[in-house]
């Protein structure tokens, strides 16, 4: 009797791990696909042979990003240096630092390539940093993508996906401020002209 007690706890100490290593159905429902337009197509995430980080509007909101200081902070790979003068504002992917002329990664706001260039300051722009406001998708892509978004994504890419506009009249309005008495208010609505035309607007 002795035996068989020992030998019927050690099978069910053996067992045990499978048990606890095998996911629950409601966490594998729980996970929902992430979908990016980083090749100029809606694909999801998994499927696309690029590194790729995405934030959501449900992120942004969630981590309270405000401009591209705070994206830097989500991936180590890309970092954000900002001098005096707006136009000595660059951005490193990788670690690739533009030296002289334009930035060697890109900014793009729906598609559409914003990238300038700062004469006075290499690889500086004063376009690549915009304001959070509306964006429903930021999608930084790491590696050189010259042959999708241009000359200037030697490093990489960061574009902005804005939201489209509601269906129905919607708005909202947001008000902020810390101890170090920064203040701002935002806000955004959204007015339907007809069944496939709409109006956003958004104010800082």
């Given at each position: 009797k002795l035996t068989l007690s020992v030998s019927s706890a050690i099978t069910a100490f053996l067992a045990a791990p499978a048990v606890l290593l095998t996911?629950?159905?409601a966490y594998?429902?729980?996970?929902?696909?992430?979908?990016?337009?980083?090749r100029k197509v809606t694909e999801s995430l998994q499927e696309v042979p690029l590194a790729i980080t995405a934030l959501s509007g449900d992120d942004i909101e969630r981590l309270n990003l405000q401009d591209l200081s705070d994206i830097s902070q989500q991936d180590t790979s890309v970092q954000f240096d900002e001098?005096?003068?707006?136009?000595?504002?660059r951005i490193?992917?990788?670690g690739l630092s533009p030296t002289?002329?334009?930035?060697?990664?890109?900014?793009?706001i729906d598609g559409i390539d914003v990238t300038s260039e700062a004469v006075s300051?290499?690889?500086?722009?004063?376009?690549?940093n915009p304001r959070l406001i509306?964006?429903?998708r930021i999608e930084i892509v790491k590696g050189p993508q010259s042959a999708l978004y241009g000359r200037s994504a030697f490093a990489g890419a960061v574009q902005y996906i804005t939201k489209d506009p509601t269906d129905t009249l919607t708005g909202g309005i947001f008000v902020g401020t810390n101890s170090q008495d920064a203040?701002?208010?935002r806000g955004s609505v959204s007015i339907p002209i007809t069944d496939t035309l709409g109006v956003l607007v958004n104010g800082y």
């Open positions: 996911p629950s159905p594998s429902q729980a996970l929902e696909e992430i979908t990016v337009t980083a001098g005096f003068t707006p136009s000595d504002t490193t992917i990788r002289r002329g334009r930035p060697n990664a890109a900014t793009l300051n290499a690889g500086g722009s004063t376009l690549i509306d964006v429903e203040r701002e208010i």
